[in-house]
T-cell receptor, first 111, second 112 residues
Framework: SQQGEEDPQALSIQEGENATMNCSYK?????LQWYRQNSGRGLVHLIL?????REKHSGRLRVTLDTSKKSSSLLITASRAADTASYFC???????????FGTGTRLQVFP | DTGVSQDPRHKITKRGQNVTFRCDPI?????LYWYRQTLGQGPEFLTY????????KSRLLSDRFSAERPKGSFSTLEIQRTEQGDSAMYLC??????????FGSGTRLTVV
C-alpha cells in the first residue's frame, strides 16, 4: 500500500507564482525524495533530503522535512509552464531499501 | 545512453496471454526495482533485487508474476495468464548502494 499522502491533489497557478506541495508519511524514514513525472513518462529524481536534515535547496526547488510531524514540503519558486507535471514524494524506510510513493500532486502552470 | 532502458515501451495483449518485460539498469548499479503505476496513482512497489538476489516481494506480486535478474545485470518481469486488472505502467529503476534512483521510461501494458 502507498504510504505517502500528498496535498493538494491538484494545483493550478500562473507562471511566475510559487507552487507548494505537501507530503505526509507514516513510519520512520532514512530519507525522503521528490520526483517529477511528465504525462505517460518515467519519473525523474529532483531532490533527496535525509532524516537528519531540515531544509535543502536545489535551484528553484526548496524542500523541508519535519520528522516530528512526519511531513515534507516542496516549494517551486518562479514557476514556468515547463514545470507542469505530477510531483511525487517517496520515502525510504529505516528497515528497507525500497521507496514508498505518495499519491502525487498534479501541477498545472499556465503561461 | 547510460540510463535505465525498458523494453518494450508499449505492449497490448489479449487476456490470458503471457507477457515478459525487460529492464537494463545502469551498469554500475547493483540494486534494481520494479514498480507498477495505474492512472492517477503513485508507483507501487513490486519487487527488488540486490545483484542477482531477489530480496523483497510485495503482496501485490501474485503467483502469476515472476521476476528474475540472472547474473545481476538485466532483469525480466513476466506476467502469466494476464488479466485486465494487470493493465498499468510497469516501471523499472536502478540504484547504487547510496540513495538515488534512476527510473526507466516504463512499459505500458494494455490487456484487452
Amino acid at each position: 500500500s502507498q504510504q505517502g499522502e500528498e496535498d493538494p491533489q491538484a494545483l493550478s497557478i500562473q507562471e511566475g507564482e510559487n507552487a507548494t506541495m505537501n507530503c505526509s508519511y507514516k513510519t520512520s524514514i532514512n530519507n525522503l525524495q521528490w520526483y517529477r513525472q511528465n504525462s505517460g513518462r518515467g519519473l525523474v529524481h529532483l531532490i533527496l533530503i535525509r532524516s537528519n536534515e531540515r531544509e535543502k535547496h536545489s535551484g528553484r526547488l526548496r524542500v523541508t522535512l519535519d520528522t516530528s510531524k512526519k511531513s515534507s514540503s516542496l516549494l517551486i519558486t518562479a514557476s514556468r509552464a515547463a514545470d507542469t507535471a505530477s510531483y511525487f514524494c517517496a520515502t525510504e524506510g529505516t528497515n528497507t531499501d525500497k521507496l514508498i510513493f505518495g499519491t502525487g500532486t498534479r501541477l498545472q502552470v499556465f503561461p | 545512453d547510460t540510463g535505465v532502458s525498458q523494453d518494450p515501451r508499449h505492449k497490448i495483449t489479449k487476456r490470458g496471454q503471457n507477457v515478459t518485460f525487460r529492464c537494463d539498469p545502469i551498469s554500475e548499479h547493483n540494486r534494481l526495482y520494479w514498480y507498477r503505476q495505474t492512472l492517477g496513482q503513485g508507483p507501487e512497489f513490486l519487487t527488488y533485487f540486490q545483484n542477482e538476489a531477489q530480496l523483497e516481494k510485495s503482496r501485490l506480486l501474485s503467483d502469476r508474476f515472476s521476476a528474475e535478474r540472472p547474473k545481476g545485470s538485466f532483469s525480466t518481469l513476466e506476467i502469466q495468464r494476464t488479466e485486465q486488472g494487470d493493465s498499468a505502467m510497469y516501471l523499472c529503476a536502478s540504484s547504487p548502494e547510496i540513495p538515488g534512483y534512476t527510473f526507466g521510461s516504463g512499459t505500458r501494458l494494455t490487456v484487452v
